[in-house]
């Protein structure tokens, strides 16, 4: 069975500061990661997805497949950024459903 | 163009009610997915439509619910005799079929309260 983790359920950083929101899963096959977020108020949206190596709003993740993480990164946390992330995951062939992790809520203080 | 949009935007019913919940997906979108939202929960798959097949229900979570789509366009998610532990957020999400992007677009959703 696929499963998507997020050992966090809060991350508080400072404006400028870095972030990490870690992302773990577990698929036997070879998955497609994404991750999405929903800042207060919004619809939840796509923020990035592997396979398309991006960098959107600064933000950046690497899938490593040895250590089955998918983690998202920004050097310098904005104000801006503080909203509820998640990580998931699209297991392979013609289903495409997602299996989202529980969350990351990221405030940025200034 | 408009989005994904769903209704009611709120729903408050009392224990032991059916209610019914729409979606009304992005035009052209064949895929469509209904989401279940609750606190510490995150978001929970319940069930996938291609067209108007659901290849994937293993997300429902009892016999209460069920979900259908017409047309290959609205879908309506029906929860009969709803328990208090139904109460979430329920969000419906679109795609296009297409195996380089796969990008779901959600709609704003529908909180439900069961009293």
């Known amino acids: 069975a696929q499963r998507v983790t997020q050992p966090e359920k809060l991350l508080s950083v400072f404006k400028g500061a870095p972030v990490e929101l870690k992302c773990n899963y577990s698929?036997?096959?070879?998955?497609?990661l994404f991750w999405y977020v929903q800042y207060s108020r919004q619809r939840l949206q796509l923020l990035l997805r592997h396979i398309s190596r991006e960098s959107i709003k600064g933000f950046t993740a690497d899938l490593n497949k040895g250590e089955t993480s998918f983690h998202l990164k920004k050097p310098f946390a904005q104000e801006e950024d503080s909203a509820m992330y998640y990580c998931a995951l699209k297991s392979g062939g013609s289903n495409y459903k997602l299996t989202f992790g529980k969350g990351t809520l990221l405030t940025v203080n200034p | 163009g408009a989005g994904v949009s769903q209704s009611p935007s709120n729903k408050v019913t009392e224990k032991g009610k059916d209610v019914e919940l729409r979606c009304d997906p992005i035009s052209g979108h064949t895929a469509l997915y209904w989401y279940r939202q609750s606190l510490g929960q995150g978001l929970e798959f319940l069930i996938y439509?291609?067209?108007?097949?659901?290849?994937?229900k293993s997300g429902l979570p009892s016999d209460r619910f069920s979900a259908e789509r017409t047309g290959g366009s609205v879908s309506t998610l029906t929860i009969q005799r709803t328990q208090q532990e139904d109460s979430a957020v329920y969000l419906c999400?679109?795609?296009?079929?297409?195996?380089?992007?796969?990008?779901?677009?959600f709609g704003p959703g529908t909180r439900l309260t069961v009293l």
């Open positions: 439509f291609q067209g108007n097949s659901a290849p994937d």
């Open positions: 999400a679109s795609s296009l079929v297409d195996l380089a992007t796969n990008e779901q677009f």
């Open positions: 698929y036997s096959g070879s998955p497609e």
